[in-house]
Structure formats: C-alpha cells, structure tokens
C-alpha cells in the first residue's frame, strides 16, 4: 500500500517511492530506495524533503497511534485474565517466594563465576547454568508471581549478573505465555543468561558511564555481543536458539540494532523476544546515570516503540505476560497512599488487589497495612490506581514491601 507521510514519520526500513519534489530541486538521483539508518533521514531533510510517499509491501509501515495502542492493550488485558487463571500454582506465593529468593542468588552466584573466568581468560561453561534454569522454569511453573517479581530487585553492584537472571525469569514467564515447549523455554533462559558475558572484556567504568558514548566508546560496547559468543563457541556447545538470543538481543525490529542491522522477521523470534525483556529490565533497573522507570510506564514505552524497534505482535503478549501493574508494582491511589500490588484480579486488570500501607500527604507509615481489593466499592475507601510510582522516589525498601 502507498502511504503518503511527512518527513519527521519517516523510519529506517521504509521503503521510499516519491520524494514530493521536482527532481531539480534536489541531488538526490534514486527516487525509489529503502531508508538505511537516521542519518539517512537527515540527509532528506538537508535536501528540503518535506514529505514522502512510502510501499508499506516493500518496507515497514508506520507503527500504531498511542490511543490505537492504549486500545489494544485494554483489549489484550481482557485475555490476561483467562491466562493467570488457567495456571496451575501447586504452591503458595509466600512459600514460592522464600523458594525464589535462594534461587535467584544461586543464580546470580552461578552467573558470576562464569563473568570472572572470562575476564580471566579462563574456561567458560555454559553448560554450568542448565540446572539453575531448570529450577527457575520450575519455580515459574509452581506459582509466576515469586521469581519474576523479585527478579526485578537488584543491588547495585551485582547488576550485570542480577540482569542476566531477571531477564531469564522474564523470558520463562514469556516462553510459557507464548505456549513453547519447555525444552525451548530452558534454551532462551540459558541464552539470556549468557548474552551479556562478552563485557567481561569490557571496562565496567564504560558499560555504567554516565551521559552520551563517543562513536568510539559505543563501538567498544557493541563489541560485546561477538566478543560473547567468541568465548562462548570455544568452550561451550549451544543451541541454536541460545545463541540467536546472544547475537541477536540488540538487534532491532526497523533495523537500526547492532550488531547486523538485521529488520522485522529477519530477526529469529528468539532475538525478537530476548531484545524485549533486555530493554524492559534494563528500564526498570537503577542505573548509576538513570533512575528506574516504573514497570507500566517501561510497558507503555515498550509499546510507543512497537513497529519501529520491537515486534509489536511479541510486545502485546509480553505486556500480557506481566500485566499493566505487575505484582510488586508501588502504586499511587486517588486517597494519596502508596501501595503494592498483591495479586492481579481476573476479572478487572486496572483493579488488582493491594497492600495499602503509606499516606504520602502524611509522610507517616499506616499502623496497620491494609489488604484492598480495588475491583469492590464497598470497603474501598482509597480509590482507584492513578499511577504507579517508584520505590527509589519516596525512599522505601522494595525488599520489605514484596508480596509474602
């Protein structure tokens, strides 16, 4: 289909079919070409382009309007309900947690080992890892709201390990959503696990730097993804589908990623999906240069961006996998108190149930936390949600308010 948009739509990937302009007016000679990357854009407004014409059946369409997305995602809510609910949790969320705590520090413990050997130069066995993934599939499978959650705690110098295994929990949580076989679920935990091992040859003080790389420094920090799998290929014998997730995490969907520019299917769905949960964990974590973005306000970005550099059909079903307000999101209510998100309810996505436990207009601690299910109007003296916020804001343990 032709679609005749202005130049500030343009993406990479789209393929361009008239210019709008006499050819006079102008030095560019092909009138037909895909766009390669932004400074090709900027090359076409240098030149006085005001407005294209695009092929959406030889390149990328423009992605959704955010009210078309907001739509789409209330929509998609609806069929979260019937997930969460059709699975089996065979443990409580309390014992599941306890469970899930030692776990994740196993984990990051195992990760860890594996980052020093490289830096070393010593041996690297990826093999190590295919027992911790296979509980962290168990402990998903018995109750997904303990890992995934606590996944999303990290101290802050532990966060290259404490990442690797947050974003294998979430590609579990995503694989089970997706309905894959638990065989392929273990081998993109296990690629999630190691796609970032290649910066253990990097300087840490450049991977946590604040502000803009150079051109240099970035291309230091590419270098990571085939510096990885060079390490990983001489000691370890991965699937083909663990290493996509390596090679294949930063890629992005308008290919404008690295480390091959690859585009839209081009992209193994491993990549797709691993370049999903590394930039949703990444956002709400806690950086020396960047405050943690809220989980819902990471989504809603998540899916501002879907069509230009994430699948948009694999960003609908993660944002069904974690829910609008994960458990463990701190939320704002209309009275002014804070609380955390216990349990999603079936029924009403937007209404889950909370653990009421701050009033933000005191600044003082309730003498009792209040449990509120925010679907009922009766005993709900607190409203309803009105953003969720972040517990770095206003000063509170994450740790001490987690779901039990």
């Keep these: 289909m032709i679609r005749k948009i202005s130049i500030d739509q343009l993406l990479p990937g789209m ?3 008239d210019l709008h302009k006499r050819w ?14 932004e400074e090709h854009i900027w090359r076409l407004k240098d030149e006085g382009i005001v407005e294209v014409s695009i092929d959406t059946g030889k390149g990328i369409d423009l ?3 955010p009210m078309a997305r907001i739509n789409t995602i209330e929509q998609n809510f609806r069929s979260l309900a019937e997930i969460k609910a059709a699975m089996p949790r065979t443990v409580s969320l309390g ?3 306890r469970r899930a705590t030692r776990l994740l520090r196993e984990a990051s413990d195992t990760v860890t080992g594996l980052m020093l050997s490289a830096r070393a130069g010593g041996q690297v066995d990826a093999a190590c890892l295919e027992p911790v993934v296979s509980k962290m599939l168990a402990s ?11 996944a999303r705690l990290k101290r802050e110098d532990a966060y290259a390990s404490e990442h690797a295994v947050a974003t294998a929990a979430l590609i579990i949580a995503f694989g089970r959503q997706q309905g894959l076989p638990e065989p392929e679920i273990e081998k993109l935990a296990l690629g999630t696990m190691v796609k970032d091992i290649g910066q253990s040859a990097i300087d840490a003080r450049l991977i946590a730097k604040p502000g803009m790389l150079s051109r240099a420094e970035y291309s230091i920090v590419q270098s990571h993804v085939e510096e990885g799998l060079a390490v990983l290929d001489a000691r370890s014998r991965l699937s083909d589908t663990s290493v996509a997730v390596v090679l294949e995490h930063h890629e992005r969907y308008n290919g404008c990623g690295y ?7 081009d992209i193994s769905t491993a990549g797709r999906m691993a370049a999903i949960v590394d930039t949703y964990d990444a956002m709400t974590s806690a950086r020396p240069y960047r405050a943690a973005l809220s989980p819902s306000h990471a989504l809603r970005q998540l899916y501002d961006e879907g069509g230009a550099q994430y699948d948009p059909a694999l960003v609908a079903a993660f944002v069904k996998t974690v829910g609008i307000y994960p458990v463990g999101t701190l939320v704002l209510l209309e009275s002014g108190h804070l609380g955390v998100v216990e349990q999603l309810n079936p029924e009403n996505i937007l209404a889950p149930l909370v653990r009421v436990f701050y009033h933000t207009g005191r600044q003082q601690y309730l003498t009792e936390p209040a449990d509120i299910d925010l679907s009922r109007k009766i005993g709900n003296h607190y409203g309803q949600i009105v953003r969720a916020e972040t517990f770095e804001r206003w000063g509170i343990s994450p740790l001490r308010w987690q779901p039990a």
């Design 63 to 65: 992605p959704p309007s």
């Design 140 to 150: 998903v499978t018995r109750n997904p709201d303990a890992l995934v959650p606590l």
């Design 15 to 17: 393929f361009v079919v």
């Design 24 to 37: 006079l007016e102008h030095s560019i000679w092909r009138l037909h070409f895909k766009v390669r990357d």
């Design 95 to 97: 014992e599941e947690r």
């Design 259 to 265: 480390p091959y520019r690859m585009a839209g299917d």
